[in-house]
């Protein structure tokens, strides 16, 4: 299992999500936290590339050997890619959350949301 860490370069939503932001488009996956809390995880639900996604909602679950949890988008926009790779290898969320573990890959509709998220100071005092 992956170090406790919080990239400077990634932003957090509240719900444990973080995003790395490229343009109009932003990779999403959960935090540190998340997977800690969530213990090993075992299978990764992910939703279909072309779907849409808004910001605070969920839009795909992990199931980990302590709970099936959803995991709530950081932003607003359509999935251009999903992280294939994790029904295979789902324990990535755990062993690299910020990198193999990446879960889908959206283009921003709205990115004025992007000032709501948090950047890695304020989302780690609201884990204290």
Not at 24 to 45: N, R
């Amino acid at each position: 299992m992956a170090d406790a860490s919080y990239p400077t370069e990634l932003l957090y939503h509240s719900e444990h999500d973080w995003a790395r932001i490229d343009g109009d488009t932003a990779v999403f996956g959960i935090t540190w936290y998340a997977q800690d809390a969530l213990g090993e995880v075992v299978f990764f639900d992910p939703p279909e590339v072309g779907s849409s996604v808004s910001a605070g909602e969920s839009y795909a679950e992990v199931e980990s050997v302590k709970a099936v949890s959803d995991v709530v988008a950081p932003l607003s926009g359509e999935i251009v890619e999903v992280n294939l790779g994790l029904g295979d290898t789902p324990e990535n969320i755990n062993n690299d959350p910020y990198g193999d573990g990446w879960m889908v890959k959206v283009k921003l509709s709205d990115e004025g949301e992007i000032a709501s998220l948090l950047d890695a100071a304020a989302y780690e005092a609201t884990l204290s």
